[in-house]
């Protein structure tokens, strides 16, 4: 039995992170700003510190400044948003990310709002939720997309070309994901189900789809014969779960090895999904930089 066609996101983030660079020291070329982008970490999340680490170092390697804000647990809603309104007035800065999860005592909604629209690198701003919910299929993105399910619309589209008229079952109904990749998949013209936990006959469901999005936080969960033959399925989730070795190892939301026999084309876990992320979230940093010179939304994917 033939087996599905990987879809590489890995070697896709490192292309897309080139061709960020390629943009960046083109903006810089034409006497534009210098691509800013400002992490703001709370606490000391040993993971936190990761990500935010290598945001940074990232940023850096593609040309962009990168602004590292670390504040302690104890610091107060007035304190973090005190930090936000000042980056938010400051023209260096194109891009700013609050890294989550906050500390409890913190209220992230509030934070996440007070976030220019403008610079809000996530996607997550009800502004920008608002204008992803209204795009008219085939209009320019120029406006913060949050940046995993955006990467999901770039494999895609990479993989597939024109997804018109394809059936989608998106698994999942976060705002983080699960909505955003629906409203993505919408705008590229597919008929798209939202499943989620209440969803009857899910397995059912998924067999008559296209393509299918998993993105329920559930190791293993989407089995090899809910797949239909020859289907493209886009895994975004990430678990670590304990390896027969002893140690732990990471796997997503759908049992690959049941599902990469019947997909036509499957992400893989780690290196599918996972590595668009930080990669999207340098090439909105850049779009934003380039808006606030006044220069058009310019498209590197």
Same mark, same amino acid.
């Given at each position: 039995?033939? %087996?599905?066609?990987?879809? &590489? ?8 992170? @080139? ?10 070329? /034409? ?17 936190? @510190? ?9 940023a850096a390697e593609l040309g962009?400044?990168? +602004?590292?804000?670390?504040?302690? !647990?104890?610091?107060?809603?007035? /304190? ?5 309104? @000042? ?20 209220? !992230?909604?509030? =934070?996440?709002?007070? #976030? &220019?629209?403008?610079?809000? =690198? ?23 997309? $949050?940046?995993? $399910? ?6 895609? @589209? &990479? ?34 189900? #939202? ?22 936080g559930r190791p293993n969960f ?37 599902? =990469?026999?019947?997909?036509?084309? #499957? ?19 850049? %779009? /934003? ?7 058009? +939304?310019?498209? =590197?994917?």
């Amino acid at each position: 039995m033939t %087996q599905a066609k990987l879809i &590489d996101g890995k070697a896709f983030a490192v292309g897309l992170q @080139q061709r960020v660079a390629a943009g960046v020291a083109r903006l810089v070329a /034409e006497r534009g700003p210098k691509p800013g982008l400002a992490t703001v970490l709370v606490g000391d999340d040993p993971a936190s @510190q990761v990500y935010v680490r290598s945001k940074g170092k990232l940023a850096a390697e593609l040309g962009m400044a990168s +602004f590292d804000h670390r504040l302690p !647990s104890t610091t107060t809603q007035a /304190e973090l948003l005190t930090v936000v309104r @000042q980056l938010n007035a400051d023209p260096a800065v194109h891009g700013i990310l609050v890294q989550l999860p906050l500390p409890s005592h913190l209220d !992230s909604a509030e =934070v996440l709002l007070a #976030i &220019d629209p403008a610079k809000d =690198v996530d996607g997550f701003h009800p502004m920008n939720v608002g204008r992803l919910a209204s795009a008219a299929p085939g209009a320019p993105l120029d406006f913060p997309v $949050p940046c995993t $399910p955006l990467g999901c619309s770039m494999l895609l @589209q &990479d993989a597939l070309g024109s997804m018109a008229g394809s059936t989608a079952v998106v698994i999942g109904r976060s705002n983080l994901v699960g909505r955003p990749v629906a409203q993505l998949l919408l705008r590229a013209d597919c008929t798209v189900t #939202i499943a989620h936990s209440k969803t009857k006959d899910l397995a059912g469901l998924c067999r008559t789809a296209d393509i299918v999005v998993a993105a329920i936080g559930r190791p293993n969960f989407v089995r090899g014969d809910w797949i239909k033959p020859g289907a493209t399925v886009i895994d975004v989730g990430i678990n670590r779960i304990p390896a027969d070795n002893g140690k732990t190892k990471l796997v997503g939301d759908v049992a690959f090895d049941e599902a =990469v026999q019947v997909a036509g084309r #499957i992400t893989p876990v780690p290196g599918g999904v996972g590595p668009m992320t930080v990669a999207c979230l340098m090439y909105n940093t850049l %779009q /934003e930089a380039r808006r606030s010179a006044g220069l058009p +939304f310019a498209a =590197v994917a």
